[in-house]
């Protein structure tokens, strides 16, 4: 190959990812935009207490999420991102089935718990049971695009969702409960998620859920502990801070993550491509994988920094106009949010990298202590000084446990390049890797 073919294969591969992450970031601003919408709309409309019970259950439905992720999406992105459409089709709807599943067990249970708890609060909670399939169908049906490579398709699912968002939150405005605004924000995804099925020309295979789970067990089952760890850290947090400081201060901070809900669209945009990209990045150019890594978590971070800098030249009077009588409390959380923001974008950068060496016990090492210093630090810090003492906590936590990332991140590098002992290089320790695409092999 001559250098000028070098050349131009070089800036067409170039263009390819800028084109696939430009709808990472697109999908992603359409999503978090309605996320911001719902969130200031609740906090508006019910006030901080109940803008508190809201953010209970947005809470617990991460946590679930990312068990649905760790073992439905996560092992497709991985493993079949820009495989052949009878492999990824076949590979979709198992997956998208095990998800659907997973909505439909874990809703039944949140059920029951809603209709044993009573109150508001349960009422929330039987809510949320009710609209979890329909939650976690949507997400799967974006992740399978993305490993398709179709971006554009899941930004118009989340498009579809945003639009059916809109006289869902106005009914549940009339209504003006937690659980109407719950219905409302679910029922609105089910629109999304039948769109989905549409767009794939696939049903969701709940007969090959389990075939699927047992296939990619190798993967799964350790991302389920790493996925569930980090949201579980969080919803340990939220439940603490509740107990020890009240409900209020789940809202406040809440509201402070509101704040910073531009910034985190870009940082879960990227997040959507970054691992499908980082394999992209080792199939072709392996001595590479550290740089793009890098580039990536500083990026983040620094994107951070200036996007908390501009949230603290806000006035009051915008503050509350926006987040209602949240605001005067999210505010005092503003620096401490930003920065373990900042934290958490140097780690992303380090777990992309991992996720496409396939190195799954590592970033489990990685991911449980970042999860154990993050629930210490929300907590303890809660203890000590309520909602910013938690906000402070949090941000040493994630601050520290990055440099954990990087660490682990660099061990498997040099396992990739020279081989652990014992195991020959190229093999990484979730199963052998396919040199064809630089993703862990069936």
């Known amino acids: 190959m001559t250098t000028g073919e070098e050349r131009k294969t070089a800036r067409s591969g170039a263009r390819g990812m800028a084109g696939r992450l430009s709808w990472g970031l697109a999908d992603q601003a359409a999503s978090s935009v309605s996320n911001f919408a719902v969130g200031v709309y609740v906090a508006r409309s019910l006030g901080l207490a109940a803008f508190g019970v809201f953010s209970l259950a947005w809470v617990t439905y991460g946590v679930v999420l990312n068990v649905s992720r760790g073992v439905a999406t996560d092992p497709l992105v991985v493993r079949f991102s820009g495989a052949p459409d009878a492999d990824w089709r076949r590979a979709a709807g198992r997956s998208s089935g095990a ?55 899941a930004f118009v699912n ?29 029922g609105s995804a089910a629109v999304a998620a039948g769109y989905g099925c549409l767009q794939s ?62 910034f985190l669209a870009v940082l879960m945009g990227l997040s959507l491509v970054t691992v499908a990209e980082a394999a992209r990045v080792l199939r072709r150019s392996p001595d590479r994988l550290g740089s793009f890594c890098l580039l990536l978590g500083g990026g983040q971070a620094l994107a951070a920094l200036l996007w908390g800098a501009a949230l603290l030249l806000v006035p009051d009077r915008a503050g509350a106009f926006v987040l209602g009588g949240v605001w005067e409390s999210a505010a005092l959380l503003i620096v401490p949010a930003t920065l373990g923001v900042v934290g958490a974008g140097l780690g992303t950068g380090a777990a992309a990298g991992l996720r496409a060496l396939g190195a799954a016990r590592r970033s489990l090492r990685a991911q449980l202590f970042a999860s154990a210093c993050y629930a210490a630090g929300g907590l303890g810090g809660a203890a000590a000084a309520g909602a910013v003492g938690s906000a402070w906590g949090v941000a040493a936590a994630t601050l520290g446990s990055s440099t954990v990332w990087w660490l682990q991140l660099r061990s498997g590098l040099r396992e990739h390049r020279h081989g652990p002992a014992g195991v020959p290089a190229g093999q990484s320790d979730s199963g052998p890797v396919d040199q064809r695409s630089g993703e862990a092999a069936k």
């Open 201 to 262: 020309g696939l049903r969701p295979r709940l007969a090959g859920a389990r075939e699927w789970l047992h296939e990619h067990r190798d993967l799964g089952y350790r991302y389920l502990v790493e996925n569930v760890s980090n949201s579980g850290a969080a919803q340990l947090r939220a439940y603490g801070l509740g107990a020890l400081a009240g409900v209020g201060a789940v809202g406040a901070v809440r509201g402070a993550e509101l704040l910073l809900g531009p």
């Open 99 to 153: 998800a659907l599943g997973l909505g439909g067990a874990v809703g039944a249970l949140f059920v029951l718990v809603g209709l044993g708890l009573g109150g508001e609060v349960g009422a929330a909670f039987g809510c949320l049971g009710v609209v979890l399939p329909a939650l976690l169908l949507q997400d799967a049906w974006r992740f399978a695009f993305f490993a398709a490579g179709a971006g554009r398709k």
């Open 158 to 186: 989340d498009v579809v969702w945003a639009v059916a968002l809109v006289p869902a939150m106005v009914v549940a405005a009339r209504v003006g409960s937690v659980a109407a605004f719950v219905l409302a924000w679910g």
